[in-house]
């Protein structure tokens, strides 16, 4: 949609590992002139800013809430999965903004579980949320993103965490070798290593290294394609390992926030695995916490399929 010229004219971004997600929100909270631009593309967050408003043009913001993917601690911001940082104040006097606010990606993420609607959510397994309980999410992309809300008694609150950057669990042999040999080369092994995009490159070649087959150079798309198309069964194997590691990382989510309320899954990989995702073993996973799998499986787990999610929370955090 397109706004009239008066009222209040925010902007808002989702900056992420690869893409800077920018819109503008009109009186009413609503998002239009939605674009995403290429992080790669730009020298930074002013740089990218700027384009995006001499493209949209219209009325010149005054306020602005801004996600970044990294840990948001004083004025500096530097990124974790890409080149940019920046200091919030400059920022602010360059794009000429009377509010610069500045939060967690997956912060904005979990600020807009409450705002999807049934059809923006698909459900993995079984269980019913309960009311006033907390929520979880996890989301595998460029990085991997931990958060979850708790109710306040009267507004939910955002967790802001680094929960990607946890230790790697393993949860048999194989997984404990392909961890042994990740950490050869990083030193400590965090779930991000494998569930992310080069997550997805690391489980590969550290698959192919401990099954001793030839590694193709494969970026983390050609890995999922040749994987649900059938085409490459060591890609299939790399994906269902990706599936079944992140059901075991969500049930530790779930079991360590008490989240009753439901865990979703978001990012940019795992809605577009749709009926691989599944069929596999991530829900059986989920569930196996010997005495606690009775607990797990009353949790529901979701698929967030929306649109932008993260913007709709950026978009409250300026209320």
């Known amino acids: 949609m397109q706004e009239s010229p008066t ?16 819109a503008r929100v009109d009186a009413h909270r609503r998002l239009y002139a939605v674009q995403t631009l ?7 967050l002013t740089a990218a800013a700027t384009a995006y408003l001499q493209t949209t043009g219209g009325p010149r913001p005054t306020r602005a809430a801004i996600a970044v993917a990294t840990p948001v601690a004083g004025d500096w911001i530097q990124f974790t999965n890409n080149h940019w940082s920046f200091s919030t104040e400059a920022a602010q006097r ?5 509010q610069l606010l500045i939060l967690n990606d997956f912060t904005a993420f979990a600020l807009s579980l409450p705002l999807l609607r049934a059809d923006e959510r698909r459900a993995v397994g079984g269980g019913e949320a309960i009311a006033g309980t907390p929520i979880g999410l996890i989301g595998p992309g460029t990085g991997l993103g931990v958060s979850g809300l708790v109710w306040s008694g009267d507004r939910w609150i955002p967790l802001e965490t680094e929960g990607g950057h946890v230790t790697f669990a393993p949860a048999d042999e194989r997984e404990w070798a392909i961890g042994q040999i990740l950490r050869r080369r990083f030193g400590h092994v965090s779930p991000e290593r494998l569930l992310s995009g080069p997550g997805l490159v ?10 001793d087959w030839p590694a193709e150079d494969r970026a983390p798309a050609d890995i999922t394609e040749h994987a649900l198309a059938g085409t490459c069964p060591h890609s299939r194997a790399v994906l269902e390992l990706f599936c079944g590691a992140l059901g075991t990382a969500a049930g530790n989510l779930a079991i360590t926030l008490g989240a009753r ?4 899954i978001g990012g940019g990989i795992v809605p577009r695995l749709g009926d691989f995702f599944d069929r596999s073993t991530f829900r059986s996973r989920f569930e196996a916490k010997g005495r606690f799998s009775t607990y ?3 949790i529901p787990t979701w698929v967030i399929t929306a649109a932008n999610p993260a913007l709709r929370g950026v978009a409250t955090a300026l209320t």
């Open 94 to 98: 360059a794009l000429g903004l009377e």
């Open 261 to 264: 309320g439901g865990v979703y």
């Open 296 to 298: 797990l499986a009353a």
């Open 202 to 211: 690391n489980l590969y070649t550290a698959l192919a290294e401990l099954e």
């Open 7 to 22: 009222g209040p004219h925010d902007l808002i971004a989702d900056i992420g590992g690869t893409n800077a997600r920018f």
């Open 38 to 44: 290429a992080c790669a593309d730009f020298s930074g």
